[in-house]
């Protein structure tokens, strides 16, 4: 088991450019978390699938973020128009459902200059 | 301690110390769970607890309950360098789709 997968595990785009990031959760699992993390703000939550459908995107800033779950196996989470202040760790976590334990990734660093 | 609105808390001690973390959540919670995230790594799951539980061990771990203050803890006895981590607490809440909710942490510093 590899976990869960993150790519790329940095990025760096200008200021106005698009970025994909890209989360494999661990197989079998149900659940899938997008989370962002800086110094300043700490850890927070973005938005969650369960079984592919979007559960609660409470987090996710209105403008120029979205995410998606085309298949059980990845999950992609779009920043375009990337801003300075978009510069963060973004964290993917899987779970096999319920309140339970989520198992985290690596992150992706993204570095918007 | 942590809350979810405080401010990261950072402890510093030396290897061999015993350390108490706490965690105060607003709201009912079925469970708390307390993760670690080590330097350029995601956080990790250590223990959970249940509501219905007061104590749960694993190892050098101990975390507490106490579902009438809302607050739980976490104990590391005998600490290690390789302690040094950013701790977390997480609680489930009523109506929330099974989402857990991340404390802003503790930063502990275990000194050689």
């Known amino acids: 088991n590899a976990g869960v997968i993150q790519t790329p595990r940095h990025k760096v785009t200008g200021k106005g450019q698009e970025a994909t990031l890209w989360c494999e959760p661990i197989s079998g699992h149900s659940a899938v978390f997008w989370y962002r993390q800086t110094i300043v703000q700490g850890l927070e939550f973005l938005t969650y699938?369960?079984?592919?459908?979007?559960?609660?995107d409470s987090g996710m800033p209105k403008e120029r973020f979205s995410a998606q779950m085309p298949n059980q196996s990845h999950s992609t989470l779009k920043i375009q128009s990337t801003q300075p202040q978009d510069s963060a760790v973004y964290l993917c976590?899987?779970?096999?459902?319920?309140?339970?334990?989520?198992?985290f990734g690596p992150g992706t660093r993204l570095t918007v200059l | 301690s942590q809350w979810g609105e405080e401010n990261l808390q950072a402890l510093s001690i030396q290897e061999g110390e015993d350390v108490t973390m706490n965690c105060s959540y607003k709201t009912y919670t079925t469970v708390v769970q307390w993760y670690r995230q080590k330097s350029g790594k995601g956080p990790a799951q250590l223990i959970l607890i249940r509501s219905n539980e007061r104590e749960k061990r694993s190892g050098r771990l101990r975390a507490t309950l106490d579902t009438s203050s809302q607050s739980s803890s976490l104990s590391i006895t005998g600490t290690l360098a390789t302690d040094t981590a950013v701790y977390f607490c997480?609680?489930?809440?009523?109506?929330?789709?099974?989402?857990?909710?991340f404390g802003d942490g503790t930063q502990l510093v275990v000194k050689p």
């Open positions: 976590a899987s779970s096999s459902g319920g309140a339970r334990e989520q198992y």
């Open positions: 699938f369960r079984n592919q459908a979007p559960i609660d």
């Open positions: 997480a609680t489930d809440r009523r109506n929330s789709n099974n989402r857990i909710f």
